[in-house]
T-cell receptor, first 114, second 114 residues
Framework: DAMVIQNPRYQVTQFGKPVTLSCSQTLNHNVMYWYQQKSSQAPKLLFHYYDKDFNNEADTPDNFQSRRPNTSFCFLDIRSPGLGDAAMYLC?????????????FGEGSRLTVL | GEDVEQSLFLSVREGDSSVINCTYTDSSSTYLYWYKQEPGAGLQLLTYIFSNMDMKQDQRLTVLLNKKDKHLSLRIADTQTGDSAIYFCADPPVSGGGADGLTFGKGTHLIIQP
């Protein structure tokens, strides 16, 4: 059974039209991450939540925001998508400090910007 | 910051062994990881190695770690068509404890020839 679930799997939006991607987990993990992966590139960490504590990577554009209303859910909001934001967005979880550091990934949400 | 390097492509014949190599810069990592990504899917943990180990074997997979040279390799014995995927080497970031996510290489595309 899937433990990290992302919706939608495929999202098409227009230039500048806000988008929200969702992630839910059944692992009861403390930490949830959002990665951006462009073609033939390494997944790039955008930000993560350790419980309710939000940690933004220094080079993540302001256009990207996140919300974590409870342990199970985390959202990625792209306020004004540009053509360069077309990518696969991967949600992942981990058990936190003291854990092996293994990340559990969802299947990803592929964003297309027209 | 942390840097993880991999070659982008590896082509092998079905039944041969595949060896995927990775170099990293952070010497303080407790664990190092190999993830597999099939087309259109998220990343799936294949195996990991604890930093005080030189080798770990798990069925067809063998991980070798050379801490002195900061070199990690993944050997897949008897490569099958189902092994065709992108393989990512991953390392916790320099700043990191167990919760700061992982830094990924760009991934090695494993191509299987019949």
């Amino acid at each position: 059974d899937a433990m990290v679930i992302q919706n939608p799997r495929y999202q098409v939006t227009q230039f500048g039209k806000p988008v929200t991607l969702s992630c839910s987990q059944t692992l009861n993990h403390n930490v949830m991450y959002w990665y951006q992966q462009k073609s033939s590139q390494a997944p790039k960490l955008l930000f993560h939540y350790y419980d309710k504590d939000f940690n933004n990577e220094a080079d993540t554009p302001d256009n990207f925001q996140s919300r974590r209303p409870n342990t199970s859910f985390c959202f990625l909001d792209i306020r004004s998508p540009g053509l360069g934001d077309a990518a696969m967005y991967l949600c992942a979880t981990s058990g936190g400090t003291g854990d092996t550091g293994e990340l559990f990934f969802g299947e990803g949400s592929r964003l297309t910007v027209l | 910051g942390e840097d993880v390097e991999q070659s982008l492509f590896l082509s092998v014949r079905e039944g041969d062994s595949s060896v995927i190599n990775c170099t990293y810069t952070d010497s303080s990592s407790t664990y190092l990881y190999w993830y597999k990504q099939e087309p259109g899917a998220g990343l799936q943990l294949l195996t990991y190695i604890f930093s005080n180990m030189d080798m770990k074997q798990d069925q067809r997979l063998t991980v070798l770690l050379n801490k002195k040279d900061k070199h990690l390799s993944l050997r897949i014995a008897d490569t099958q068509t189902g092994d065709s995927a992108i393989y990512f080497c991953a390392d916790p970031p320099v700043s990191g404890g167990g919760a700061d996510g992982l830094t990924f290489g760009k991934g090695t595309h494993l191509i299987i020839q019949p």
